[in-house]
């Protein structure tokens, strides 16, 4: 039989108040006693009672997430790791999630229309650009929300992001090392947020060491095989063609591998790349052949993350106090390295 409130709270000697702020991550309690709780709730095999806390808090127990069939094609299995994460962090909780798919781009009446019915509690939302009508909307609506990503906004809103300027800048500069001079980046979706950032880091890097980013050398897309081939055969077949290529993705990736070996060349010999990996579990780096330098962040961790500063933003705490920018990890492997001798 699960273990009830009061029986944890007995285990920690601690009081059922401070157990149950603790589980629902108000802010007043520390984030040891937090640590130490979820620690113990996880090993005694506490389980809440999700009625219970729907009838004493008035929430209704799901957070949504609106998924637009036109933009989520530039997400493919990004999208799914993500929802992974969501649910693996909310299912501790009994919370569900709400997917709402929309046919047009025009999420905003979507939004209103959750808020009427009152079937989530808070909302998250996904793949930001600069001037996001989105934000604005909630927060006259009063819907809690949550970004993945940033925007640049006013309006006081919480956000989970990653340096995505700083794990390109870092890659460029990588390159730039090695002697390369000569560097292509195929981009994600122009017009979003952590692409404006991305594209950001590889310009400042070059004009940083005093080379002067050639625009016919920058390729923006979805992140598919098709998309990367087709930039890496443009990249490819300009002379002089570029040394190294920078991927948005490992799938993108894919495809710009496939245009280096149809063009007959070595991938990590005459053009190097370095990849971004949102680490699928079924798309490992290590195992291709040859190895795949990436910067590295895994959107499923991010995706628990979010699920987890949710709950939080629902315990009350501040949104302004809710912003986190994760680092990103270079890691260099066999597909990048010094540029063939003239």
Same mark, same amino acid.
């Given at each position: *039989?699960?273990?009830?409130?009061?029986?944890?709270?007995?285990?920690?000697?601690?009081?059922?108040?401070t157990?149950?702020?603790?589980?629902?991550?108000?802010?007043? =309690?520390? %984030?040891?006693?937090?640590?130490? =709780?979820?620690?113990a709730?996880?090993?005694?095999?506490?389980?809440?009672?999700?009625?219970?806390?729907?009838?004493?808090?008035?929430? =209704?127990?799901?957070?949504?997430?609106?998924?637009?069939?036109?933009?989520? #094609?530039? /997400? +493919?299995?990004?999208?799914?790791? /993500?929802?992974? +994460?969501?649910?693996?962090?909310?299912?501790?909780?009994?919370?569900?999630?709400?997917?709402?798919?929309?046919?047009?781009d025009?999420? =905003? &009446?979507?939004?209103?229309?959750?808020?009427?019915? @009152?079937? $989530?509690? $808070?909302?998250?939302l996904?793949?930001?650009?600069?001037?996001?009508?989105?934000?604005?909307?909630?927060?006259?609506?009063?819907?809690? /929300?949550?970004?993945?990503?940033?925007?640049?906004?006013?309006?006081?809103?919480?956000?989970?992001d990653i340096?995505?300027?700083?794990?390109?800048?870092?890659?460029?500069?990588?390159?730039?090392?090695?002697?390369?001079?000569?560097?292509? *980046?195929?981009?994600?979706?122009? %017009?979003?947020?952590?692409?404006?950032?991305?594209? @950001?880091?590889?310009?400042?890097?070059?004009?940083?060491?005093?080379? *002067?980013?050639? &625009?016919?050398?920058?390729?923006?897309?979805?992140?598919?095989?098709?998309?990367?081939?087709?930039?890496a055969?443009?990249?490819?077949?300009?002379?002089?063609?570029?040394?190294?290529?920078?991927?948005?993705?490992?799938?993108?990736? #894919?495809? $710009?591998?496939?245009?280096?070996?149809?063009?007959?060349?070595?991938?990590? @010999?005459e $053009?190097?790349?370095?990849?971004?990996?949102?680490?699928?579990?079924y798309?490992?780096?290590?195992?291709?052949?040859?190895?795949?330098?990436?910067?590295?962040?895994?959107?499923?961790?991010?995706?628990?993350?979010?699920?987890?500063?949710?709950?939080?933003?629902?315990?009350? @705490?501040?949104?302004?106090?809710?912003?986190?920018?994760?680092?990103?990890?270079?890691?260099?492997?066999?597909?990048?390295g010094?540029?063939?001798?003239?």
């Amino acid at each position: *039989m699960p273990m009830g409130l009061k029986e944890l709270a007995r285990q920690l000697g601690l009081s059922q108040t401070t157990v149950s702020r603790a589980l629902n991550g108000y802010p007043e =309690v520390s %984030e040891a006693t937090r640590q130490r =709780v979820n620690e113990a709730a996880g090993r005694l095999g506490y389980r809440p009672n999700a009625n219970a806390i729907r009838l004493a808090t008035g929430r =209704v127990g799901a957070i949504g997430v609106a998924l637009p069939l036109e933009r989520s #094609l530039h /997400f +493919g299995p990004h999208t799914s790791e /993500f929802l992974s +994460g969501i649910g693996e962090r909310l299912a501790q909780d009994d919370i569900d999630i709400l997917v709402t798919p929309i046919d047009a781009d025009d999420e =905003v &009446p979507v939004y209103r229309r959750l808020a009427a019915s @009152k079937r $989530v509690d $808070v909302v998250i939302l996904s793949a930001p650009t600069p001037s996001d009508a989105r934000i604005k909307t909630l927060a006259e609506l009063g819907m809690p /929300f949550i970004l993945h990503g940033r925007t640049e906004s006013r309006v006081p809103h919480a956000w989970l992001d990653i340096d995505n300027e700083g794990a390109f800048h870092r890659a460029t500069s990588h390159l730039l090392d090695l002697g390369h001079r000569r560097i292509a *980046m195929v981009n994600g979706p122009a %017009e979003q947020t952590f692409a404006i950032h991305r594209e @950001k880091g590889f310009r400042d890097a070059l004009i940083e060491r005093g080379v *002067m980013p050639d &625009p016919r050398l920058i390729a923006s897309g979805r992140f598919t095989d098709e998309v990367g081939f087709r930039h890496a055969q443009n990249f490819l077949d300009q002379r002089p063609r570029p040394t190294a290529i920078l991927a948005g993705s490992m799938m993108t990736a #894919l495809g $710009v591998f496939r245009a280096i070996r149809t063009s007959g060349l070595t991938l990590g @010999k005459e $053009v190097s790349m370095i990849a971004h990996d949102d680490v699928f579990p079924y798309l490992n780096a290590d195992n291709m052949v040859p190895s795949m330098s990436t910067t590295r962040s895994s959107i499923r961790a991010a995706g628990f993350r979010i699920g987890e500063l949710a709950l939080q933003l629902l315990a009350g @705490k501040p949104v302004e106090t809710i912003h986190e920018l994760w680092p990103v990890e270079l890691v260099l492997r066999q597909s990048s390295g010094p540029p063939p001798a003239a």
